[in-house]
């Protein structure tokens, strides 16, 4: 310690100082909000141009036909998909609507399943080419879909599949990540991801590959509320509580 001493006292009589300097006191100015605020009317249109500059895919669904429209562009006669928990989709009743066009479906089962079972959808996850989830919220300054393990179940039906299907509702639609944040902690899950757009790595030899760790495309699609109607809202409702407790 007393050589460190005699070393810093050289040190200081060299640049002809008699003891250290006080610490300079430095202020910041406030930060300030970092990312410009968006309209309510513009959510939804800037969630769909951040998704497509991420290669993400946006559409829009106003009533029940343009969404099995959609579906059906989408899905390009696949033989099997796999479906999450999700509410919305369990309200739009699109197991049955699927298996009616005779694909294979694969539905995360509900709390209290067996092993078996959970294993059974694994296999499909990984063997499907789509899946389709909701979303807890979408994320419009960055175009990010937001999925919890406490409303979707496994979220193998989002990462495993080539392709990513999404389902939101405007009213899911947040402007920032801060108000993501804190809906988040009034709804929390076991665990959270956050997609942003397809699943892209440019480590093998700098080439920008799409697909490697988990979907190659993302579609969003905005469920309006004409697509809902003649839901049975009341079971889907029960059927969604059953399966969080």
Wanted: proline letters at 7%.
């Amino acid at each position: 310690m007393a050589g460190r001493e005699e070393m810093l006292k050289r040190v200081r009589e060299a640049l002809g100082r008699s003891q250290l300097a006080p610490p300079r006191s430095i202020e910041f100015p406030p930060l300030g909000q970092v990312m410009p605020p968006i309209d309510p009317e513009n959510l939804v249109p800037k969630f769909e141009a951040e998704l497509q500059n991420v290669d993400g895919r946006p559409h829009r669904a106003s009533n029940r036909v343009e969404l099995e429209e959609l579906f059906r562009l989408i899905l390009k006669g696949s033989p099997s998909l796999v479906l999450s928990r999700s509410p919305l989709i369990s309200r739009l009743g699109l197991e049955n609507t699927f298996r009616a066009w005779g694909l294979k479906v694969a539905v995360w089962p509900s709390v209290g399943a067996s092993e078996a079972a959970i294993r059974d959808f694994r296999e499909c996850s990984f063997e499907a080419e789509f899946g389709v989830t909701g979303v807890d919220f979408v994320l419009a300054e960055t175009g990010s879909l937001i999925l919890s393990s406490s409303t979707e179940g496994s979220q193998l039906a989002s990462l495993a599949p080539p392709v990513h299907i999404a389902l939101y509702r405007r009213s899911q639609v947040l402007a920032s990540l801060e108000g993501v944040l804190e809906q988040a902690r009034m709804q929390p899950g076991r665990s959270t991801v956050f997609i942003t757009g397809p699943s892209r790595t440019g480590d093998i030899e700098q080439i920008l590959i799409r697909g490697v760790h988990g979907p190659r495309d993302v579609h969003a699609i905005l469920i309006e509320e004409a697509c809902l109607e003649g839901s049975s809202t009341g079971d889907w409702q029960a059927a969604d509580s059953k399966d969080r407790t």
